[in-house]
């Protein structure tokens, strides 16, 4: 058999304001292609304890457990689930977009019991509802919600949502994959028991590695299983071996060497960004793309007080051809942004500005684009 005559890939340059990937930095790119060392390597492990201390900074967090799990926000979440539901478990489920049905599904492949709480695609998750659902189901274990839901742009109130979940003694675990680095994510101050979250959301890496935090009450709820992990690659117990045996390390699994520089990477450019600084500069950019979106006669989906800053979605013009236009921009603008997902498909545009995403170039480069597109 011949060899297949193909020569290497050369991506072409895109601007990306799609719901992730974003815009990767250089600076990123570069600390991923420095030489692979191995993942037993002294060197690595001491990269591994700064990756694990930067993660704490991201989810303001004191969680001993935080480290980043190789694979993408949706492994992230599953280990959340596997881990912390066992069968017959009575967990409630908030449903108000795509995300919370893979959180319903994860719950029902574990053996729980979920309990819907369901809200509009394109609202937040109705703290009253969740209240009421505990009312009548006293004994359920755990609340399961997502704090930033990527296919409709809304954001829910994590603290009153987490607090309702403490007063009927259960755990909470939340989505923030969309959230981390974007808005403000707290997880200690907000009482969170264990969260998920992603690379190349608003912390601008590539995508595939999922930083997650788990809180004292998520180890007790672990520690207390009466039935072993069904998962093994995602069993905590047996990952921890690797993350957090100081000095003593044992493998696991060979984790992504390159990818977790350019997650320590992302994660030294946040610190020296200044968390807080981050949030206003999505907020800012969200501001200056919101003009100009209600310049060009387009209308968000959802209300002003509950809208997440990195994730914008507006409701399609009538009139205008949904896939022509998106193939347009990306073929004449290299501007890629998302379509609606779900029950929103051929409804809506999602325009991401996440991570280094969201800054002024890309804000003026969207808007202009739109406007060439959108024109009669
Ligand atoms: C992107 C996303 C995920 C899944 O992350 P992947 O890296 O695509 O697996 C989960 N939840 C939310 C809210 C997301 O935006």
Known sequence: MHAPRISSFLPPRRILMGPGPSDVPRRILEAMARPTIGHLDPAFGD???????????????????TFPVSGPGSVGMETCFVNLVEPDDEVIVCVNGVFGGRMLENVRRCGGVPVVVEDAWGRAVDPDKVEAAFTSHPNARALAFVHAETSTGAQSDAAALAGIARKYGALT????????????????????DAAYAGSQKCLSCTPGLSPVTFGERAIEKLRARKTPVRSWFMDLGLVLGYWSGTGKRTYHHTAPINPLYGLHEALVMLAEEGIEAAWARHRTQHEALKMGLEGLGLRFVVPEAERLPQLNAVALPAGVDDAAARARLLREFNLEIGAGLGVLAGKVWRIGLMGASARRENVAACVQALKAVLAP
């Not at 990269?47 to 457990?65: D, G, H, I």
């Not at 994959?177 to 009482?191: A, E, F, K, M, Y």
């Open 47 to 65: 990269m591994m304890e700064q990756t694990k201390a930067l993660l704490r900074y991201a989810f303001q967090t004191q969680n001993e457990l």
């Open 173 to 192: 675990i939340m989505d923030c994959v969309t959230s981390l680095g974007g808005t403000p994510v707290r997880i200690d101050q907000w009482g969170i």
